[in-house]
């Protein structure tokens, strides 16, 4: 299984930016895809998450109203796309995938990529 992903970088704050995740060797249709997070000298923490069929999204409170996460099935994709950014958006974002079990805790996920980081200035 491998979980890619791209789109990160460094924008001003209030800007936007889309990260992808590409999956392979999972069925990736029936799988709940999450995106986390992790600053420095933070602990990982949830930011979005996605059921199988695209419906009721769930997002932490910090996201909540500025991140809208979205899947293509047909591409093993999912897609985070990041609005009105701040300073304390700026870490490793992480994708992840669980086979039939969906929720908020880590621990749920049984792969994870490898990363990609979003730098926000102000």
């Known amino acids: 299984v491998q979980l890619v992903e791209s789109g990160g970088g460094l924008v001003q704050a209030g800007g936007s930016l889309r990260l992808s995740c590409a999956a392979s060797?999972?069925?990736?249709?029936?799988?709940?895809m999450g995106w986390f997070r992790q600053a420095p000298g933070k602990e990982r923490e949830f930011v979005a998450a996605?059921?199988?069929?695209?419906?009721?999204?769930d997002y932490s409170d910090s996201v909540k109203g500025r991140f809208t996460i979205s899947r293509d099935n047909a591409k093993n994709t999912v897609y985070l796309q990041m609005n009105s950014l701040k300073p304390e958006d700026t870490a490793v974002y992480y994708c992840?995938?669980?086979?039939?079990?969906?929720?908020?805790?880590?621990?749920?996920?049984?792969?994870w990529g490898q990363g990609t980081q979003v730098t926000v200035s102000s």
């Open positions: 060797g999972l069925t990736f249709s029936v799988s709940t």
């Open positions: 992840a995938a669980a086979l039939r079990r969906y929720g908020r805790t880590g621990n749920l996920y049984h792969y």
């Open positions: 996605i059921i199988w069929s695209g419906s009721s999204p």
